[in-house]
């Protein structure tokens, strides 16, 4: 329940973090940098009672609020013709990728590897964080971007 009400929070809150640093992806980032921090308290020995759960499940909530800006940057990459589209196919095109994450937890590392949950857990995190501080990277400013084209 707190990470959905701390998810509720980020979502609102990066449009003004974006305000703020007249960057999308500097809030972008910021909110990155939070989600490892969450994740690193979240696999850490500091997560050894249930306030500290709920204290690494709330960080973890806020800092996915990182989805609100995210959609719009991608979106924003797109001429006005194709913006809807751009918008509603980002997210499912990321929600897709979640039976690779499965595979590469459960059955490369858990079930072929015989790593623990945890150790699985961690490595995991670390790809896929990787990969978005990758597309982070190569990943264009869109904050003072005029939106005003057609793509041809």
């Given amino acids: 329940m707190f990470a959905y009400a701390a998810i509720a929070i980020g979502d609102m809150l990066v449009g003004l973090v974006s305000q703020y640093f007249k960057s999308r992806k500097k809030a972008l980032l910021l909110y990155y940098m939070l989600t490892i921090v969450g994740l690193l308290l979240f696999f850490s020995g500091y997560n050894n009672s249930d306030t500290s759960m709920y204290s690494s499940c709330t960080l973890l909530g806020f800092s996915t609020g990182f989805w609100a800006i995210f959609v719009t940057m ?51 995190g670390i790809v896929v964080m990787s990969i978005t501080l990758i597309a982070y990277y190569f990943t264009e400013e869109t904050f003072h971007k005029d939106l005003n084209y057609v793509e041809e």
């Fill in 74 to 124: 991608g979106a924003e990459q797109f001429g006005t013709n194709l913006r809807g589209t751009a918008a509603t196919t980002i997210p499912n095109m990321v929600r897709g990728a979640l039976p690779l994450i499965n595979m590469l937890f459960l059955d490369l590392f858990q079930k072929s590897w015989g790593w623990n949950l945890i150790n699985s857990g961690i490595v995991t």
